[in-house]
């Protein structure tokens, strides 16, 4: 088992600057992909960027540019580095980790999420 505890969010004005974490607990966290998903009320959880066992990444269109996400192995910990936040920005944003246990299966772990809110 796995779990996830984001923290960092907030609210910020556009333009603002947020740095979201997301600590795990469990084994596995150096081997697992890692990611960033947002979900807006109304609207479905979309991917914000990922981040592979080997440092690779992926950011989603509407942040690119803007967000940076990082891992530190050593401490278990993701993160995300948001700039030049936008009012499009706001929503519930999740940690994610997919781990594989010892016969190969696929699991996903989501945090419960964290409020990032952007308004003047």
């Known amino acids: 088992q796995v779990q996830l505890v984001e923290s960092g969010g907030g609210s910020v004005q556009p333009g603002g600057s947020l740095r979201l974490s997301c600590v795990a607990s469990?084994?596995?966290?150096?081997?697992?992909?890692l990611g960033w998903y947002r979900q807006a009320p109304g609207k479905q959880r979309d991917m914000v960027a990922n981040?592979?066992?080997?440092?690779?990444?992926n950011y989603g269109s509407a942040v690119k540019g803007r967000f940076t996400i990082s891992r530190d192995n050593t401490k278990n910990t993701l993160y995300l580095q948001m700039n030049s936040l936008k009012p499009e920005d706001t929503a519930v944003y999740y940690c994610?980790?997919?781990?594989?246990?010892?016969?190969?299966?696929?699991?996903?772990?989501w945090g419960q999420g964290t409020q990032v809110t952007v308004s003047s």
């Open positions: 994610n980790a997919v781990v594989y246990d010892w016969l190969a299966r696929r699991n996903d772990y």
């Open positions: 469990g084994s596995g966290f150096s081997r697992s992909v």
């Open positions: 981040i592979g066992s080997n440092g690779g990444t």
